[in-house]
C-alpha cells in the first residue's frame, strides 16, 4: 500500500467523488449559462467596469497589490517581490486603456 493511499484513502473512491463533483458542477453551469433567446448575458457589463475599475475600484486594486506584496516580502525577505507591485500596476493600467479605449 503506498503512502498517498495511506493518508488519503482508496485512490479509486476520490476519483469517483471528483467525478460526480465535476458532472454535477457541468449540469449547474448549464443551467446557468445556456439562455434559448440568443441575447447577450454580458451586454453592457464592459463599459461599468471600465467605469469602477478607472474611478474608485483602482484604490481598493492598488491596496490589495500593496498588501499582498507586503505579505509575500515578509514571508520571503525578497525586495524583488515589492518591485513586483510597481510591474503589476503599470500593466493593468496599460490594459485597463487597452479596455477602455475598445469600448
Same mark, same amino acid.
Not at 465535476?22 to 446557468?32: A, C, D, F, K, R
Not at 433567446?37 to 500593496?66: I, N, P, Q
Given at each position: 500500500?503506498?503512502?498517498?493511499? $495511506?493518508?488519503?484513502?482508496?485512490?479509486?473512491?476520490?476519483?469517483?467523488?471528483?467525478? =460526480?463533483?465535476?458532472?454535477?458542477?457541468?449540469?449547474? &453551469?448549464?443551467?446557468?449559462?445556456?439562455?434559448?433567446?440568443?441575447?447577450?448575458?454580458? %451586454?453592457?457589463? &464592459?463599459?461599468?467596469?471600465?467605469?469602477?475599475? &478607472?474611478?474608485?475600484?483602482?484604490?481598493?486594486?492598488?491596496?490589495?497589490?500593496?498588501?499582498? +506584496?507586503? %505579505?509575500?516580502?515578509? $514571508?520571503? $525577505?525578497? =525586495? =524583488?517581490?515589492? +518591485?513586483?507591485?510597481?510591474?503589476?500596476?503599470?500593466?493593468?493600467?496599460?490594459? =485597463?486603456?487597452?479596455?477602455? &479605449?475598445?469600448?
Amino acid at each position: 500500500m503506498c503512502e498517498l493511499q $495511506k493518508m488519503y484513502g482508496c485512490a479509486k473512491k476520490t476519483g469517483v467523488w471528483q467525478f =460526480l463533483l465535476l458532472l454535477g458542477l457541468t449540469v449547474i &453551469s448549464l443551467g446557468i449559462f445556456a439562455d434559448d433567446t440568443g441575447k447577450d448575458l454580458l %451586454a453592457g457589463t &464592459s463599459e461599468s467596469l471600465v467605469k469602477t475599475l &478607472s474611478g474608485t475600484g483602482m484604490k481598493f486594486v492598488y491596496l490589495t497589490e500593496g498588501i499582498v +506584496s507586503l %505579505a509575500a516580502y515578509i $514571508k520571503t $525577505k525578497n =525586495l =524583488l517581490v515589492l +518591485s513586483g507591485v510597481i510591474v503589476v500596476s503599470v500593466f493593468f493600467n496599460i490594459i =485597463l486603456h487597452i479596455a477602455g &479605449s475598445t469600448t
